[in-house]
Nanobody, 123 residues
Framework: QVHLVESGGGLVQAGGSLRLSCAASGSIFSINAMGWYRQALGKQRELVARITSGGSTNYADSVKGRFTISRDNAKNTVLLQMNSLKPEDTAVYYC?????????????????WGQGTQVTVSS
């Protein structure tokens, strides 16, 4: 069993900042990459930012220069620092982990998702 627990969402005015945190726990052998996706009302889920175990990152064009993703490999945690927030950033934000669960004798690769945290930016 693997669980992703998110925290840090909320309501903020345009131009403000929020930091999201996601911790992965359970039977984790290794994590390839962790990231954040978001889904606004009536829209498809989209990638916001992603970071690999080696530290490589990629961002959606809409958040480049405003959002920063970071990771603590020892704690299986990923953070998303969101600055200069805009009303169009309003969405439910989901943590994602691409990982191997199990142990060195037996492991399987899969995608895991958190329950989602609401971010609302008022104008």
């Amino acid at each position: 069993q693997v669980h992703l627990v998110e925290s840090g969402g909320g309501l903020v005015q345009a131009g403000g900042s929020l930091r999201l945190s996601c911790a992965a726990s359970g039977s984790i052998f290794s994590i390839n990459a962790m990231g954040w996706y978001r889904q606004a009302l009536g829209k498809q889920r989209e990638l916001v930012a992603r970071i690999t175990s080696g530290g490589s990152t990629n961002y959606a064009d809409s958040v480049k220069g405003r959002f920063t993703i970071s990771r603590d490999n020892a704690k299986n945690t990923v953070l998303l620092q969101m600055n200069s927030l805009k009303p169009e950033d309003t969405a439910v934000y989901y943590c994602n982990a691409d990982l191997y669960s199990g142990n060195s004798a037996s492991y399987i690769r899969d995608d895991y998702w958190g329950q989602g945290t609401q971010v609302t930016v008022s104008s």
